[in-house]
């Protein structure tokens, strides 16, 4: 084995579809990774020259004919190390998820994902054939092969590796995030170290991509499966990894995030690239006074700048007073825009409309609606005019059961906490007051409320969300049956509600905005029931 080896992990935020910009990227590290870092090799993470999921992309000819002359570029780069890259390939008919790697002018070694994940967020099997056989290349004097992302999580590609001699094994991932994922991501790869006996260099990607966010945490383990340097979670970079006598060095760890930073960093770069990749100047955030809406401003700051964020309040005849302040302290402590449209005018306006066809019909949920649909006008007619985006302030379990206005308070084009359970939105904005203040301390300890009608709270309507949330994260996310849940000690009466509810509420559900996705369960993706099913039946909201 040689003396010394060094590899560059490089951790991008890359953009679906910009092939060009794409490999504009990874030439860029390249360089540096060879000037500054005198490094021997790079890894750029999967599907690098495409970005990850280029989902139906993949079903046009003209990809495959951008990524070719993306390769070509790198190999006209002529660059005096080794890149490792991910891209597609079509090959007679059949489309491969493929690393390469580019020596000089040419391609010296290619690799097809023989694992191919179809299940959860991922649909590979759509677009992909499975590869069959190692890619074993020297590497200054070491046996390399390579693996992507899926491959490392079951034992068949990594020891068909070690069979042909590897010493070390590369493995590219787009790996998204969700809460505890890294230590599921460093248990497979140091159990895959352990039984072929090799170091493995883990290089993932980072960044949000629509619903999906990539945390990055790069890691690398020897040959016993103990972790030797770990790169930060959710920040690009380019992280050098030395080699002597076949093993890694022990480097620098980055620390492992606690749970609650970890989802509060995810959906602020979520809501970063969302914004700024699609091209948007801003985002306005309909601001209530309550937590859901106070803790998605303070997102929305942390990740977009306060100079491009807007605060409407719209409060209406049953708006209370400490909602108004508290929204306008929300305001006032990051720095933001702040307007109040009140909406008793346009909602008397409404209902003397519809006057003559609801004469004889008594009050109910109806001119509860009416007054989130108003809001709901009012934000996207901000959107329109000033083409800030309008940002969701709906919580996970809100969208669970329904508990949400169609046209109303759905309205917008991205939901910053689609997939944050009630319980966790507490956690999350208490998390971020130790930041800094900017929660109003009362609205943590209020009874969260629709202020809809009179003296209305949620659990008028709802279960206690203590009780709530865990029931949900049984019956969507562990697909635990009523008498399952039942049998844990829940009420029996209250799961069948509960049920019932999240069954029926499907047809919301597929009209929401799109939303970071921070648990192994998210609505959509995720989750696909159907709308017409036996399980529920539609009602109006």
Same mark, same amino acid.
């Given at each position: 084995?040689?003396?010394?080896?060094?590899?560059?992990?490089?951790?991008?935020?890359?953009?679906?579809?910009?092939?060009?910009?794409?490999?504009?990227?990874?030439?860029? /590290?390249?360089?540096?990774?060879? *000037?500054?870092?005198?490094?021997?090799?790079?890894?750029?993470?999967?599907?690098?020259?495409?970005?990850?999921?280029?989902?139906?992309?993949?079903?046009?000819?003209?990809?495959?004919?951008?990524?070719?002359?993306?390769?070509?570029?790198?190999?006209?780069?002529?660059?005096?190390?080794?890149?490792?890259?991910?891209?597609?390939?079509?090959?007679?008919?059949?489309?491969?998820? &493929?690393?390469?790697? !580019?020596?000089?002018?040419?391609?010296?070694?290619?690799?097809?994902?023989?694992? %191919?994940?179809?299940?959860?967020?991922?649909?590979?099997?759509?677009?992909?054939?499975?590869?069959?056989?190692?890619?074993?290349?020297?590497?200054?004097?070491?046996?390399?092969?390579?693996?992507?992302?899926?491959?490392?999580?079951?034992?068949?590609?990594?020891?068909? /590796?070690?069979?042909?001699?590897?010493?070390?094994?590369?493995? =590219?991932?787009?790996?998204? #995030?969700?809460?505890?994922?890294?230590?599921?991501?460093?248990?497979?790869?140091?159990?895959?170290?352990?039984?072929?006996?090799?170091?493995?260099?883990?290089?993932?990607?980072?960044?949000?991509?629509?619903?999906?966010?990539?945390?990055?945490?790069?890691?690398?383990?020897?040959?016993?499966?103990?972790?030797? =340097?770990?790169?930060?979670?959710?920040?690009?970079?380019?992280?050098?990894?030395?080699?002597?006598?076949?093993?890694?060095?022990?480097?620098?760890? +980055?620390?492992?995030?606690?749970?609650?930073?970890?989802?509060?960093?995810?959906?602020?770069?979520?809501?970063?690239?969302?914004?700024?990749?699609?091209?948007?100047?801003?985002?306005?955030?309909?601001?209530?006074?309550?937590?859901?809406?106070?803790?998605?401003?303070?997102?929305?700051?942390?990740?977009?700048?306060?100079?491009?964020?807007?605060?409407?309040?719209?409060?209406?005849?049953?708006?209370?007073?400490?909602?108004?302040?508290?929204?306008?302290?929300?305001?006032?402590?990051? @720095?933001?825009?702040?307007?109040?449209?009140?909406?008793?005018?346009?909602?008397?306006?409404?209902?003397?409309?519809?006057?003559?066809?609801?004469?004889?019909?008594?009050?109910?949920?109806?001119?509860?609606? =009416?007054?989130?649909?108003?809001?709901?006008?009012? =934000?996207?007619?901000?959107?329109?005019?000033?083409?800030?985006?309008?940002?969701?302030?709906?919580?996970?379990?809100?969208?669970?059961?329904?508990?949400? &206005?169609?046209?109303?308070?759905?309205? @917008?084009?991205?939901?910053?906490?689609?997939?944050?359970?009630?319980?966790?939105?507490?956690?999350?904005?208490? #998390?971020? *007051?130790? %930041?800094?203040?900017?929660?109003?301390?009362?609205? %943590?300890?209020?009874?969260?409320?629709?202020? %809809?009608?009179?003296?209305?709270?949620? &659990?008028?309507?709802?279960?206690?969300?203590?009780?709530?949330?865990?029931?949900?994260?049984? #019956? !969507?996310?562990?697909?635990?049956?009523?008498?399952?849940?039942?049998?844990?000690?829940?009420?029996?009466?209250?799961?069948?509600?509960?049920?019932?509810?999240?069954?029926?509420?499907?047809?919301?559900?597929?009209?929401? +905005?799109?939303?970071?996705?921070?648990?192994?369960?998210?609505?959509?993706?995720?989750?696909?029931?159907?709308?017409?099913?036996?399980?529920?039946?539609?009602?109006?909201?």
């Amino acid at each position: 084995m040689p003396g010394s080896l060094r590899i560059v992990m490089a951790q991008l935020n890359l953009l679906v579809g910009d092939v060009d910009g794409n490999a504009s990227l990874v030439l860029e /590290a390249a360089r540096r990774a060879q *000037n500054e870092l005198q490094a021997d090799a790079i890894v750029f993470p999967e599907l690098a020259l495409t970005g990850y999921p280029p989902e139906d992309l993949l079903l046009r000819p003209e990809l495959y004919r951008l990524v070719d002359r993306a390769l070509e570029r790198l190999c006209e780069a002529r660059l005096d190390i080794d890149l490792v890259v991910g891209h597609p390939r079509r090959e007679n008919g059949r489309s491969y998820n &493929t690393a390469s790697v !580019v020596r000089g002018g040419h391609v010296i070694a290619c690799y097809d994902k023989q694992c %191919l994940p179809n299940y959860a967020v991922f649909d590979e099997k759509r677009y992909f054939s499975a590869g069959t056989e190692p890619a074993v290349f020297d590497l200054r004097g070491v046996p390399t092969a390579l693996t992507i992302c899926e491959d490392i999580w079951e034992p068949g590609p990594a020891a068909a /590796a070690a069979a042909q001699g590897a010493r070390l094994l590369l493995n =590219l991932n787009a790996s998204p #995030y969700h809460m505890t994922k890294w230590r599921q991501r460093e248990a497979e790869v140091a159990q895959r170290a352990r039984e072929n006996a090799v170091p493995i260099v883990y290089v993932n990607l980072v960044g949000g991509q629509d619903e999906l966010v990539f945390d990055g945490d790069s890691f690398v383990v020897d040959g016993a499966g103990q972790v030797a =340097l770990r790169a930060p979670a959710f920040d690009t970079g380019l992280f050098p990894v030395d080699l002597r006598d076949g093993a890694p060095v022990p480097g620098e760890c +980055a620390p492992v995030l606690a749970d609650d930073e970890s989802v509060y960093r995810a959906i602020v770069l979520g809501v970063r690239d969302y914004v700024d990749k699609n091209g948007f100047p801003g985002v306005v955030i309909g601001l209530s006074g309550g937590i859901d809406s106070a803790l998605t401003l303070a997102i929305a700051v942390d990740a977009l700048g306060a100079d491009r964020v807007e605060a409407v309040m719209m409060p209406s005849t049953y708006t209370r007073d400490i909602s108004i302040e508290d929204a306008k302290r929300e305001a006032e402590l990051l @720095g933001v825009r702040y307007t109040m449209i009140p909406i008793a005018p346009v909602f008397d306006a409404f209902r003397g409309a519809l006057d003559e066809r609801f004469q004889g019909l008594s009050t109910d949920i109806t001119e509860e609606n =009416l007054q989130a649909r108003i809001r709901g006008t009012l =934000l996207m007619a901000i959107s329109n005019k000033t083409g800030a985006m309008v940002l969701t302030t709906g919580n996970k379990s809100e969208m669970a059961v329904g508990y949400a &206005t169609l046209y109303g308070d759905m309205v @917008g084009g991205f939901g910053a906490i689609k997939d944050v359970p009630k319980m966790l939105v507490y956690r999350l904005a208490r #998390y971020r *007051n130790q %930041l800094g203040e900017v929660i109003p301390r009362r609205v %943590l300890t209020r009874a969260p409320s629709a202020e %809809l009608a009179p003296d209305q709270e949620d &659990t008028d309507s709802l279960p206690p969300y203590e009780v709530l949330d865990p029931i949900l994260e049984r #019956y !969507v996310e562990r697909d635990e049956s009523v008498g399952d849940i039942v049998a844990a000690g829940f009420d029996e009466a209250t799961v069948r509600r509960v049920v019932r509810m999240v069954d029926r509420n499907e047809y919301k559900r597929r009209q929401a +905005a799109p939303g970071v996705r921070v648990t192994p369960r998210a609505f959509g993706r995720d989750r696909r029931y159907p709308i017409t099913s036996g399980l529920g039946r539609g009602e109006s909201g």
